[in-house]
């Protein structure tokens, strides 16, 4: 599996919301999400406005990041067993 096709799976956005202070950088690490949770277990606490409507070009979270490999390697397995069958 490509990056882009993982990346299909999941979109890559932020928290939306405004930063109120300088050190916030709640809007600034991007996460693949699936759904309404990152695959990294982050998700948008209750009063926040959630996930961003736009998609991020660049992920940033290392959590995510480090799934997606995990991701990959898998699919990748899978992909090498369906062959030799
Ligand atoms: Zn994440």
């Known amino acids: 599996m490509s990056d882009k096709e993982v990346k299909m799976l999941y979109k890559v956005t932020h928290l939306s919301g405004r930063c109120r202070t300088g050190n916030d950088m709640v809007g600034q690490i991007t996460h693949a999400v699936s759904g309404w949770i990152a695959i990294c277990g982050k998700k948008?606490?209750?009063k926040s406005?959630?996930?961003s409507m736009w998609s991020d070009h660049e992920l940033t979270c290392p959590k995510c990041l480090?799934?997606?490999?995990?991701?990959e390697a898998k699919e990748m397995q899978t992909q090498k067993g369906n062959q030799t069958k």
């Open 44 to 46: 948008p606490k209750g």
């Open 49 to 51: 406005l959630g996930w």
């Open 66 to 71: 480090s799934k997606i490999k995990e991701l």
